[in-house]
């Protein structure tokens, strides 16, 4: 991990490494998780559910190419406290994936059904658990709703340009000129050495990294359909980029409660992404984790422990 004073020029907010959990502290009792689906819209869409209805609700929003799958970590670590909420946008997961002719795949229609959704499920107030294509998802309902964000936890999910490193030119490039770069971008992000990469990244223990993570999403990306669906949301990719100062201006009005917990090992989303938050949020606390873009793959107890001390301070839990 980087030293705390190379940090400080890139963040004012404390970045340190995670602290085992007192070895003598009792592990919380997992709770059942329920595998639902709920239409919106005219679709079915998936979503996994654990802990209290009563409890502080956490509305947990994946990443690429993943799942609300990707949570089960903390669904069972967080649920004897939390009530925890996963969906699979549409075109992921469980959901239904109508063909990119029928269905327009953007970032704000993705947004506009997980929010029908947060309706559909009756919540009203939440803190946003992001990770990847979450945080733009998630900011898009931060926006439209601030009073209902009670907190803010992001994990490796980019506002910043600060967080986006060099596997990110053809990628631009494809945004500029999509027929010219439709081939390297598939490349680039859909194969399945990419597939790996982006769990992998560039720890120094791969041996830790089942790979049923990217042989499972890929099997996804390999369905019918999915090439142009994903694509698609690609494209759109680009509005993102253009709707950070939006995203920052936002952190900066309302200062909710953020926790970073950042894989330093991720080989897309940079370290200087983590620290750029404390820019706009002055009480961010942030954590670089030894784990890559999905930290739960790597270091999911430690992960968990830094959200529950972080949601017990700032929701106080059930």
């Known amino acids: 991990m ?32 329920a595998y639902r689906s709920v239409t919106v819209d005219g679709l079915s869409i998936f979503y996994r559910e654990a802990g209290p209805r009563d409890a502080p609700t956490l509305l947990l929003l994946h ?25 699979d946008y549409p075109g992921f997961g469980h959901s239904d994936a109508p063909e990119s002719e029928r269905f327009a795949y953007t970032f704000d229609h993705l947004a506009e059904i997980t ?18 294509y979450g945080g733009p998802v998630g900011f898009r309902l931060a926006l439209a709703h601030p009073e209902r964000v009670t907190a ?11 967080g986006l490193g060099p596997l990110w030119e053809p990628r631009r490039a ?44 890929f099997a996804h990306l390999s369905r019918p359909g999915q090439m142009p669906i994903q694509s698609d949301l690609f494209y759109d990719y680009r509005t993102n980029v253009a709707s950070y100062p939006r995203w920052q201006a936002w952190l900066r009005e309302w200062q909710p409660p953020t926790l970073v917990v950042w894989g330093r090992y991720d080989p897309s989303f940079a370290v200087a992404g983590a620290a750029a938050y404390a820019r706009d949020v002055a009480a961010a606390e942030i954590h670089l984790v030894e784990a890559g873009h ?13 959200m529950r001390g972080f949601l017990d301070r700032t929701l106080g839990g059930r």
Not at 69 to 87: F, I, N
Not at 294 to 306: G, H, K, R, S, Y
């Open 63 to 87: 990443g690429f190419p993943s799942s609300s799958r990707m949570w089960e970590p903390l669904l069972s670590r967080l649920s004897d406290r939390y009530h925890l909420v996963a969906p």
């Open 174 to 217: 494809y945004w500029a000129d999509r027929s010219a770069h439709e081939a390297a971008l598939r490349e680039n992000l859909l194969s399945l050495a990419a597939t790996r990469q982006r769990h992998v990244g560039t720890s120094p223990h791969p041996e830790r990294y089942d790979p049923d993570l990217w042989t499972d999403e």
């Open 115 to 132: 929010d029908r959704l947060t309706q559909a499920l009756g919540l009203a107030r939440y803190a946003l658990v992001v990770q990847d």
């Open 152 to 162: 803010l936890v992001v994990q490796n999910a980019v506002a910043h340009e600060d």
């Open 2 to 33: 980087r030293s705390l004073a190379a940090l400080r020029p890139l963040a004012l907010a404390a970045v340190v490494a995670f602290a085992p959990p007192d070895a003598g502290h009792a592990a919380p009792a997992p709770q059942p998780t």
């Open 294 to 306: 999905f930290a739960l793959d790597e270091a999911p107890d430690q992960v968990a422990t830094l």
